[in-house]
């Protein structure tokens, strides 16, 4: 099952950094975060992952603390086309699963 | 070309019916998935697949029976279907390891009614 939790929605003004926060308390030592998000209708789309460094893609960054108990995916400059339900995963070791837990509805307000 | 193609994108039949989901991937991954989104928008994995062997298994009725005819594909045979299957099917893929991103199709649409 899902190890992290996070807010179940949130709203950011157009053109503002959406920082979305995740809890995973439980994480080990050699599990990785994951962000992905979904657009309405569509598969859910891969945005970064990191283990323990911050990272950084064309899409966001990735801000892990430093006891991995905790992440912040931000999107620098959020538009209207960011707005969808992310994902925060922490992927188990053994046999590649993927658990998705309920995730945070973005919504960028113009 | 698409990187994870899934047939057909919607689906509409009665119940009791048997169907299939079909699912490829072009990525040269090792491992495929099958997820389903219910109208509640959460997404449960059902079955993963490594080298066209299974190896997760959650709690899925037998009336779901994955098959892998190759490591390319990974498709989805549902028989006696009942309302409560409608859902979206998401298939999947990804590299082999940890630290892997994994890849979804656009989704199935089943509607039973």
């Known amino acids: 099952d899902a190890k992290t939790t996070q807010p179940p929605s949130m709203d950011c003004a157009e053109g503002r950094a959406a920082n979305l926060p995740c809890n995973h308390s439980t994480i080990s030592g050699n599990e990785y975060v994951y962000w992905y998000r979904q657009i309405h209708s569509q598969g859910p789309q891969y945005i970064i992952h990191g283990l323990k460094n911050n990272e950084t893609n064309e899409m966001a960054s990735l801000i892990i603390t430093e006891d991995r108990k905790s992440s912040t995916l931000i999107l620098p400059h959020a538009t209207l086309r960011d707005t969808a339900v992310y994902y925060c995963?922490?992927?188990?070791?053994?046999?590649?699963?993927?658990?998705f837990g309920t995730g945070t509805s973005l919504t960028v307000i113009p | 070309d698409t990187a994870v193609s899934q047939t057909p994108k919607y689906l509409v039949t009665q119940m009791g019916n048997d169907k299939s989901i079909k699912c490829e991937q072009n990525l040269g991954h090792d491992t495929m998935y099958w997820y389903k989104q219910d109208s509640k928008k959460f997404l449960k994995i059902m079955f993963s697949?490594?080298?066209?062997?299974?190896?997760i298994n959650e709690t899925v009725p037998n009336r779901f029976s994955p098959k892998s005819p190759d490591k390319a594909h990974l498709n989805l045979h549902i028989n006696s279907l009942e309302l409560g299957d409608s859902a979206v099917y998401f298939c999947?893929?990804?590299?082999?390891?940890?630290?892997?991103?994994?890849?979804f199709g656009e989704g199935s649409w089943l509607t039973v009614v």
């Open positions: 999947a893929s990804s590299p082999a390891g940890s630290g892997n991103t994994i890849y």
């Open positions: 697949y490594n080298n066209k062997e299974l190896i």
């Open positions: 995963i922490v992927r188990v070791d053994s046999g590649n699963q993927f658990y």
